[in-house]
């Protein structure tokens, strides 16, 4: 009798490459994911060239590390979540992320007259990145990220109040920016007319 042997899926062979050293097989993973990967690191890096140092960092570590991804998540969460840490690592040692461990004063925000929908990728990538690295890092990993509170409070070294209280700092400090962007933006228009 003869076993039905599943074929390999082509994600299976490019890990199955980047265990076994293969250049090509890494450059194409790197070619698949280093655009989204980028765009994580931007969210966490307060300029530029430290965002690529990040990501190349964290490549560094999916290479070294690769024989460990257990497929029990996508190959792109699994690279994601070590390009977030490798982001937060980073940020700790340049002593960027100097989290607040005082409880802080919750803001509440009303969300009726706020929409992100007229604003860029860019015009948020950019206004994100102008957080402080404390409330930036807490706004990428709950509203971006998906982590919750508790799992954040973990990850930083907080308590889960001061995360919470920290991302409505976030968020607020984000829509005043973003609504001072948009009526700049409208005085612009009425003036050319």
């Not at 969460?77 to 980073?90: D, E, V, Y």
């Not at 409505?168 to 050319?192: C, F, G």
Request: glycine share 4%; hydrophobic share 40%.
């Amino acid at each position: 009798m003869k076993l039905f042997t599943k074929p390999k899926s082509e994600e299976d062979r490019l890990i199955e490459g980047c265990i076994a050293g293969e250049r090509a097989m890494q450059r194409l993973l790197y070619d698949l994911y280093s655009k989204k990967m980028m765009m994580v690191c931007l969210r966490y890096a307060p300029t530029n060239f430290e965002a690529e140092d990040i990501m190349q960092e964290g490549f560094v570590k999916v290479f070294a590390n690769v024989q460990n991804f257990k497929k029990d998540c996508p190959l792109e969460f699994w690279i994601r979540r070590i390009m977030i840490n490798t982001a937060l690592k980073h940020l700790r040692q340049k002593s960027l992320l100097t989290v607040s461990h005082e409880a802080e004063e919750a803001v509440n925000i009303s969300s009726d007259s706020f929409s992100l929908s007229g604003f860029s990728m860019d015009e948020l990538l950019s206004t994100i990145q102008s957080l402080a690295p404390r409330y930036r890092m807490v706004f990428n990993l709950y509203a971006i990220e998906g982590y919750n509170h508790k799992e954040i409070g973990e990850m930083l070294g907080i308590s889960e109040g001061t995360s919470k209280s920290q991302y409505s700092r976030a968020r607020a400090i984000l829509q005043s920016m973003l609504s001072r962007q948009d009526k700049s933006y409208q005085e612009h228009v009425i003036s050319k007319r």
